[in-house]
């Protein structure tokens, strides 16, 4: 809600007529209205509530919606400059046949300055070919053209090489927190060395960005010893920050300012500064469909669900989740080849069913999960799912079914050895002794395992590490 508000109050008042009087004409009411009370600033969410006659859910809904029509017209505005930059681009040939030389070199100057303005490295080559080829007889300024293009194709390769070591980096990093294998954290630590060298070839604040995107992200979650040749983190969102606010035209920059809040948060929270996680926590809460689908490319989304509970936990407000999911996700398709970002969605959406005793939802999901795609691939996130869908029929009292999972666990943990996977072990036998005919000590042989499962060291994908084992959980599972 912190975005929306911030992005309403920045527009001027011709922008706010344009995105209210288009609303009106698509018969989006209810979403007009709220943009012109937000807009006017004048009443809190309880009363916007009232006058629009939503409940909390739906009003989720409109603040979504609203929020993705109002970034759709800014894109636009963006959009028309650089569109008609890129039409005189594909005009130049037309330019070369039918003006005098002087128009034509005047012409090729003013788009290069353009194109300059805007990194359109790409298009940029195209103009120093034509103003290459247009001196060939003045070998003083075709030498200085041949050295300007030679440079921006090779800036142009390196940027693509960049933004394809972003993907693979991110790809790679997927597998990672399914295995936490110490190859695939080799091949990220060397992707991200050469992803440095890449950017430290050109001064372009384009290679650093991208630099930036994965540089954080790898010393949050995959490096986090510093070193002294390391530039500081905030220092890296300081100057990301900066660029974005010098090239406030460029389209891939608008849309990478998400990525950077939700660096910034888990950058504080990575650090305990709960205080400022708060400070960016809606505006990526907000954005988190968005974030799932599109921006796999350039980090991975998928932790923020992690974090999310986290916070929730740490704030005792973890059944808050389950009723925002509806309006949060109403128009999420999730890609199920996309594995740890499919997985991962899952498993926050069954432990937000369980967190407010749906447990049968919970269960549907994982099963559904479990028929859906093959985990075989990942023994340990297989068997995590597993685990997480024995805690269901815990809760559900489903003996039977517990039983055959917990079997099937078992043969799982018995093949990788008990000292690779001792929190599954430990969450496990806490299960079992709830689901044991022996009702003898019951609770305080909970407790015991509980106190021995916090010292275990649950892996990066561990779904049931965010299961509050407390007396409500002991109470519940035993009657």
């Not at 069913?353 to 999901?365: I, M, P, T």
């Amino acid at each position: 809600m912190a975005k929306l508000k911030n992005i309403i109050k920045q527009l001027s008042k011709e922008d706010f007529e344009n995105i209210y009087n288009s609303l009106i004409e698509s018969s989006a009411e209810k979403s007009a209205y709220l943009l012109k009370f937000l807009y006017q600033n004048k009443l809190p969410d309880s009363k916007i509530m009232e006058e629009l006659d939503v409940n909390s859910n739906a009003y989720y809904t409109l603040r979504s919606r609203l929020n993705q029509k109002i970034e759709e017209y800014l894109l636009e505005q963006i959009e028309s400059p650089r569109t008609d930059l890129l039409k005189k681009v594909a005009n130049i040939t037309e330019v070369i046949f039918t003006k005098k030389r002087p128009i034509i070199i005047a012409t090729l100057k003013k788009l290069e300055k353009e194109l300059k303005d805007y990194d359109l490295s790409n298009e940029l080559t195209i103009v120093y070919k034509t103003l290459k080829r247009l001196h060939i007889h003045q070998p003083e300024q075709y030498y200085n053209y041949s050295q300007l293009y030679n440079r921006h194709v090779a800036y142009m390769l390196s940027v693509d090489k960049a933004e394809m070591l972003i993907t693979e980096y991110f790809k790679k990093y997927g597998d990672y927190f399914f295995t936490q294998d110490e190859t695939d954290k080799l091949e990220l630590t060397l992707m991200r060395k050469e992803l440095l060298t890449t950017a430290k070839l050109y001064d372009s604040h384009r290679l650093y960005i991208f630099k930036a995107c994965v540089d954080i992200f790898h010393r949050l979650f995959v490096e986090p010893e510093e070193s002294m040749e390391d530039e500081p983190i905030e220092d890296m969102l300081r100057r990301a920050e900066e660029i974005f606010s010098m090239y406030n035209l460029d389209p891939i920059y608008y849309h990478l300012q998400i990525v950077f809040e939700f660096l910034r948060l888990e950058y504080y929270n990575h650090y305990k500064v709960y205080r400022k996680v708060e400070d960016y926590f809606d505006e990526v809460n907000d954005s988190l469909s968005s974030l799932l689908t599109n921006y796999s490319l350039y980090t991975f989304p998928a932790r923020f669900l992690y974090t999310k509970i986290e916070r929730h936990l740490r704030m005792d407000s973890e059944r808050d989740i389950y009723p925002e999911n509806e309006a949060l996700f109403y128009d999420f398709e999730p890609d199920k080849n996309d594995l740890p970002t499919y997985v991962s969605y899952v498993c926050y959406r069954a432990l937000s069913c369980y967190y407010v005793k749906e447990f049968k939802e919970a269960a549907k999901w994982l099963n559904d999960l479990l028929n859906d795609v093959s985990l075989k691939k990942y023994a340990f996130v297989h068997m995590n799912v597993k685990l997480l869908l024995a805690l269901q029929y815990c809760m559900l009292h489903d003996v039977e079914l517990f039983n055959q999972l917990a079997s099937s666990i078992q043969r799982q943990i018995r093949l990788h050895g008990k000292e690779n996977c001792q929190y599954e072990v430990g969450f496990l036998k806490i299960l079992k002794t709830l689901t044991s005919p022996n009702k003898r000590n019951k609770p305080e042989k909970v407790r015991a395992l509980v106190n021995k499962l916090s010292q275990a060291t649950p892996r990066l994908f561990c779904p049931v590490q965010y299961v509050k084992i407390d007396e409500e959980f002991i109470n519940w599972a035993l009657s």
